[in-house]
């Protein structure tokens, strides 16, 4: 830090930090990302699709109730994208609302396995992205 006073000076280095106060206040959404969940992009989609627009406190009702497998490690990622809006952004947890939940492509495991006179069939196991974006409601006044 005494480096940097020096090189800038202190008047630079408080006029840096009340910019980068003001960006961090304009800002109003938050992300979480599961990189490699195993399962198809189009399996997790249906699950996706169900909470794309809802309050967080209705996905998570709905994830919570849902039967299939993946809808916990879909709440995971929900729940960590609800803490880095409260702890890294200062967000408001009960004006949050599910922004965007998108699906993509990940790595392919490839394997085979035996079938009849000697051939083989090839399996795909598939692996899928998640990416879930919330953001703050503006005050309805």
Excluded: C, W, Y
């Excluded at 005494?2 to 106060?21: C, P």
């Excluded at 990189?35 to 709905?62: C, E, F, H, T």
């Amino acid at each position: 830090m005494h480096q940097l006073e020096l090189i800038m000076g202190t008047q630079q280095i408080k006029r840096r930090k009340s910019k980068m106060n003001k960006k961090l206040e304009n800002i109003n959404t938050a992300m979480a990302k599961a990189k490699s969940i195993r399962i198809s992009p189009q399996k997790l989609n249906l699950v996706a699709k169900s909470i794309r627009g809802l309050d967080i406190k209705v996905a998570i009702d709905q994830l919570t109730f849902s039967r299939k497998r993946i809808a916990k490690d879909v709440l995971k990622v929900l729940n960590s994208a609800i803490a880095n809006a409260e702890n890294n952004f200062g967000l408001d947890i009960d004006r949050l609302k599910v922004d965007e939940a998108f699906v993509g492509k990940s790595l392919v495991m490839k394997r085979m396995r035996a079938r009849a006179r000697g051939r083989a069939a090839r399996i795909l196991k598939p692996f899928s992205k998640l990416t879930i974006i919330l953001k703050q409601e503006k005050d309805k006044i």
